[in-house]
């Protein structure tokens, strides 16, 4: 197997520390063709299906990609940007507001990019571009504040795949959750605080996260009780009672059980029980996309009103607010501890290229 180097490297090239940041992903357009592209590396992945591959196979090609990606694309071009999709613009965001805050510190020492775990940027292409840059330390953050098999395990899966065809790998470190980190906490806490001082509150506030399959909970995966962990300290910073709030999960696919309560059937029942005005956040979702402004904002605000419901907010996701960039920058910091951040001297840099030269190297 040959071994890829970087392609522009020489000799008196500084190292630098790399932060890379990830999400989801998003297709290229919202088009049936970019969406049939988009699922079929969305749901080839067994970490987010797990089932006999060759079965899985027959079913995603013969079945799911010949009906679903036309119904996603009418979905997706409803929250559709003249610039992109808003995971991909929030995502970007979030990374160039990381870049100046870490820039303003460390100069140009530290390089920060973004890619998505399906679709463009590419993991690979994010990892490429820090190694061009001479990223010799690198801290990966996914944003998936809970930890899930099928999310943060899967994103260092394609980091390790990518790793494996490298000549050279960079100290690395890699944030696989923070359900529980206090910043994070207080950046929701503030952030729904300013909306209802500015909207007013409902009745009770539905905390409501994505959902996994039963299935891998029994298996051991952590993800449910870290929502509700996550739930239950926002709460307690906000100072509402067991009454005030509720824990919910969405986007369930496929016939199998989920993760319950349901967001969906949840807010259906609720007006029945008196409930009558609701706030809507997302925890898990560090940035607003289909799933908050279209199944949230759209879908699931008609299940409640049509079933008797008189006002439904839904709460932005954090996106690239100070509070959440305040949080993410120190979750960074923390996991740089111990580095040199340092740039190589002028003078090792040279001395470095001179006895690479002296071996027969070209840079």
């Known amino acids: 197997m040959h071994y890829q180097g970087p392609t522009g490297f020489h000799h008196q090239q500084p190292d630098r520390t790399g932060v890379?940041?990830?999400?989801?992903?998003?297709?290229d357009a919202p088009t049936t063709k970019a969406l049939r592209r988009y699922l079929r590396e969305f749901l080839s992945d067994p970490r987010v299906v797990e089932f006999p591959r060759l079965l899985w196979w027959l079913i995603l090609n013969g079945i799911?990609?010949?009906?679903?990606?036309?119904?996603?694309?009418?979905?997706?071009?409803?929250?559709?940007?003249?610039?992109?999709?808003?995971?991909?613009?929030?995502?970007?965001?979030?990374?160039?507001?990381?870049?100046?805050?870490?820039?303003?510190?460390y100069g140009d020492k530290i390089v920060v990019a973004f890619a998505m775990r399906y679709g463009s940027p590419s993991i690979a292409s994010g990892l490429e571009q820090l190694q061009q840059s001479g990223v010799r330390k690198l801290v990966v953050l996914p944003l998936y504040p809970q930890y899930s098999g099928s999310t943060s395990a899967s994103t260092f899966d394609a980091i390790a795949a990518d790793f494996t065809k490298r000549r050279w790998l960079p100290d690395f470190r890699f944030i696989s959750h923070y359900p529980d980190y206090p910043p994070y906490i207080e950046a929701m806490a503030r952030h729904i605080e300013s909306f209802r001082q500015a909207h007013g509150a409902g009745e009770k506030l539905i905390l409501s996260y994505h959902g996994i399959p039963k299935k891998y909970l029994l298996r051991g995966d952590p993800y449910h009780?870290?929502?509700?962990?996550?739930?239950?300290?926002?709460?307690?910073?906000?100072g509402l009672n067991d009454e005030q709030y509720m824990t919910t999960?969405?986007?369930?696919?496929?016939?199998?059980?989920?993760?319950?309560?349901?967001?969906?059937?949840?807010?259906?029942?609720l007006p029945s029980t008196g409930i009558k005005s609701i706030d809507v956040f997302c925890p898990g979702f560090s940035s607003d996309c289909l799933e908050t402004i279209e199944e949230i904002d759209e879908e699931n605000r008609d299940y409640f009103m049509a079933a008797g419901g008189e006002r439904f907010q839904y709460i932005p996701a954090l996106n690239a607010e100070k509070p959440h960039i305040d949080a993410l920058e120190q979750l960074i910091e923390e996991n740089l501890k111990g580095w040199s951040i340092g740039a190589t001297s002028s003078e090792e840099l040279v001395e470095r290229d001179r006895r690479a030269k002296t071996l027969g190297a070209e840079r």
């Open 20 to 27: 890379l940041i990830t999400n989801l992903g998003t297709p």
């Open 64 to 105: 799911i990609l010949r009906i679903r990606p036309s119904r996603s694309a009418a979905a997706y071009r409803k929250v559709w940007k003249p610039e992109g999709s808003p995971l991909l613009l929030h995502t970007a965001d979030q990374c160039e507001k990381l870049r100046e805050r870490l820039h303003a510190r």
């Open 225 to 238: 009780c870290e929502c509700f962990k996550t739930s239950r300290l926002l709460a307690e910073r906000l």
């Open 249 to 269: 999960f969405q986007s369930r696919f496929g016939r199998e059980e989920w993760l319950q309560p349901y967001t969906d059937e949840t807010l259906k029942s």
